[in-house]
């Protein structure tokens, strides 16, 4: 293992650079721009327990600092991603984590227990979907049913489990804590925004409105995200991995300096697809030219 | 999926060779990349323009010596950075990316309508360079709108003022009894892709259609940009980035 290396409670990665859910499609997509192998894990598109068609109406937008996204989780799902995705993801040389997501925690746990059979090392928990047995209330906005799912979960799978938080809560500390007494190895902050785009023009007098609602993500939510990885610093010992706005090796640094043990870069990915890439790189000269040792010490004076 | 050389990365930084005003809202602009690049009809580059986080989706209308050229309108924040542009100015382009129009040995008719008009010119460059027939009309609001330089064998305008008037699809059924083409193209406007392969069915004539939507990635990754379209009896999600942007009018769903 390099000066990059990060060993995430117990799970080893070349550097602490992934890439974000959703973002990256199965991975091998982005070997037209970059190495991919190269990166420290990429987090698969989220996979379900059936394939899923996605949203039917207009599902992107730019807005002024990113932009809002309502795909609907459109996917593969598990069988296909296990025969199809994963020997490419293998052949590539690819580390990767699988998110998945769910509508119901029997959904969750079928999935997990593939995850379980198949050897794969990670995996992500979407808790941002609605929960159809429990009013559609998303399972990651509320500190009982995050901790039922995580808990059947981690029943079910061996393997290294992260819970992504969702900043659509009053208190995300609470979630950090439930999915940490659920057994979660660690926890990814944060998930997207929930935000409205409405686009107005006036054509032949009258206004011809677009409005797009779902996640909004990009530079934007930086602050928000940083301040949810400082809070959850504080009340998990788990590692956190951080998310949000993430396209410099500044952004990489003031994470590290929040609280985080990696990073998920995500929107900026649309915008240079070899951001990720290039943050690995900038990293491993700042670290040499800075002197540090490791990773681990720049973390280390960062937080002092 | 193989692995890539650096030298076949689909990311360049590229150099503003031309940029132009070639109708009253309508520009072109040129540029070169470190490499050639080798553009197909129907395929698409995509700009960064400066501090947006969508990349800007463009039809290739020219490709000579491994230089791309583009028409585009002011419409948004995207186009006015890219008409602020001057010669010598570098600019990130990624892409070739998309389908192509599938090009076969049978007589073809070309529907542009608008900025569509480029990449139909682009096809028509490709069609004559290899002897196949064709004939292309295409449509503009006015006489300004018609871009200076195309190529075009028909021009037809909303308000009359150059060429015939009213609609290029006003002409569809005639320019289909007169040049009785077996394959028809088309670009521009939703309904004007919907009304041409409609015309198609009925006539019983090929239609591919190059579609235009928001798009995020570029690659087919984000899902952003799906329209259903219609494979083995079931209606499926296909992306315009990557299975696109190039369909045939008959495999469309097409919406209201």
New interface residues.
Partial sequence: MGKLSVNLNGFELKNPIMTAS?????A????????VSNLGAVVT?AISLHPR??NKH??????R???I?S?GL?NVGIDKFLEVKVP?LNE?NIDYIMNVAGSTIDEYVQVAKKCDENNIKAIELNVSCPNVKSGCLEFGTDENSLYELVSAVRAVYNGFLIVKLTPNVTSIEKLGIAAEKAGANAVSAINTLKGMSIKIERVSGKFIKTIVQGGYS??GIKPVAIGAVSRLSKVINIPIIGIGGIETLDDVLEFFAAGAEAVQVG?A??????TAEKLVKELEEYITKNGFESLDELKKELRA | MTKRKNDMKKIYKAKVNRIERVSASSHFIEIECEIPVKVEAGQFISIYCDGLTLRRPFSVYSNNNGRIGVLFKERGKGTQYIKSLKVGDFIDIAGPFGNTFDIQNKKALLIGAGIGAAPMAYLKEKLDEKGIKNYYAAGFLTKDEVPAGMKIDKICTDDGSFGDAGSVLNYLGVLINEHKPEVIYACGPHIVLKIVAEQGEKYGIETQVAMEKVMACGIGVCRGCVIDIKKDGKIVNATVCKDGPVFKGSEVVWEN
């Fill in positions: 959703g973002t990256y499609g199965y091998s997509e982005y070997n037209d721009f970059i190495d598109k068609a996605g207009i599902r992107i937008t730019e807005t600092a990113g932009m996204n795909i459109e490419e590539n990009g530079i929107t990915n649309f915008t240079h697809p070899e």
